[in-house]
Every structure is written in C-alpha cells, then in structure tokens.
C-alpha cells in the first residue's frame, strides 16, 4: 500500500530556477491537495483539484502553478523560486472533499531555496 | 474571519498519565472536527473524526470530544507512552466548505 508518495523527498534550488514537484496517489481519490507547512504558520492550502483535468487555487496559491492531467498525479510547479517558498511542501488526496472524508499525506517535499 | 486554534506550547507530561489537548475554533459552525498526528519528518496521519452532533468519540486509547457551546475540541490520550510522542493537529472545513483549515498543531511530548 504506497497511497501517497511524492518525489522528490529533498531538493535545494537556487532563486528563479524552476522545477516540479510530483504527486501520485494509488487510492483512486478523485481530490488532491497540495499544502505548505512554515514554522508557526501550520499547514496552508496552496491549490486543489477535485478531479482529473480540474485545478482551484487554495490560500496561498501565489508563485505557484499546479497540473492534473490523469487523476492518480498531480503536480505542482515553481517557475520562478523565491527564498520565500522555502518550506515542506505535503501532498494530499481524499475520496471527497466534505468534513467528514479524512485526508491521506505523503510525506512530503523539503524545498529550500538559495 | 474563521480561525482554528490550539496550544502552540508544547505539551510535556509523565507516561502514564492522561495528555489533554485543545483545539478552538471561531466565527464558524463546523459540521465535523478531524485530529491527525504528525511524526518528525512525516506527513500528518488521520486519527479520528468527530461530528458536530456526537459529544464524544473513542477509539483505543484516544477520545475526542466536540463542545459546540464552548467552540472547542478536545483531545485526549490515556495511559500516554513515550511512543505517543508527536504533534496532533485539528482541523475542520469552514463555511466555504471547500477547504480542510488546520490548526497549528500541538507537540506532546511524553517522558519515561
């Protein structure tokens, strides 16, 4: 049972390169989620999907982009990094997205940037 | 605006003993309060959920509680061991109801 795995699990960028960060879930969950989690500020919803080929932003979608093109992946993308975007980036997915559907994390993505 | 809540202290307490945590939350009605634990360099796992209308939940050595009067949840473990060491987050949808908000998460810490 792999449920959420994200790659890669470490990476360290300079400021304006880019890169991407991989999600893929083998739960078959219609609803994905990528957050941010800052010293102090606890876990931030950046952008969501509810379905494959579908994207919403979250609270804090800027400097961000995020694809769904087959509904086991999803991936989030930084075109031009920030210092400010270092963080621990987690991926989610869930069956549904109301309060009483828990959600599934991977382990997430440690990002800094240079 | 919707705000939920919890100690940001860490929680020290002996083994043996029972840890209480709290999360508040403000200027919403959520229908349904989820807690998850995190490990160290993990992401966070789901424990329990806990509807509005359900005062209290168990599971093993773990109970929730929901006080809708009071805006609070709370969290407790009995019995602690040291391997129940790790931050408990909550979190609820708001009003929106399109988005799971969380608490900043309270670390236990629990001592031999």
């Known amino acids: 049972n792999a449920g959420v795995t994200q790659t890669p699990k470490f990476r360290v960028l300079k400021t304006g390169q880019s890169m991407t960060l991989l999600c893929a879930q083998d739960m078959n969950h219609e609803y994905m989620y990528w957050y941010r989690q800052d010293p102090g500020m606890g876990l931030r919803l950046i952008h969501y999907?509810?379905?494959?080929?579908?994207?919403a932003k979250g609270e804090v979608p800027d400097g961000y982009n995020v694809s769904r093109l087959k509904k086991q992946n999803f991936l989030l993308g930084l075109e031009s990094a920030a210092p400010s975007q270092t963080s621990v980036y987690f991926c989610a997915s869930s069956v549904d997205s109301g309060g009483n559907q828990p959600q599934h994390f991977g382990d997430g993505t440690r990002l800094s940037i240079l | 605006s919707q705000k939920i809540e919890q100690n940001s202290e860490a929680l020290n307490i002996q083994e043996g003993k029972t840890a209480t945590l709290t999360c508040n939350y403000t200027?919403?009605?959520?229908?349904?309060l989820q807690w998850y634990r995190q490990d160290p360099g993990r992401g966070p796992v789901f424990l329990l959920l806990i509807r509005e209308n359900e005062k209290e939940k168990r599971k093993e050595r773990l109970k929730v509680t929901f006080d809708t009067t009071l805006k609070q949840s709370l969290f407790h473990i009995t019995a602690s061991q040291p391997a129940d060491s790790a931050t408990y987050l909550c979190?609820?949808?708001?009003?929106?109801?399109?988005?799971?908000?969380f608490g900043g998460g309270t670390r236990l810490m629990v001592k031999p």
């Open positions: 200027n919403y009605s959520p229908a349904y």
């Open positions: 979190a609820s949808y708001g009003n929106a109801g399109n988005m799971l908000t």
């Open positions: 999907s509810v379905g494959e080929g579908t994207t």
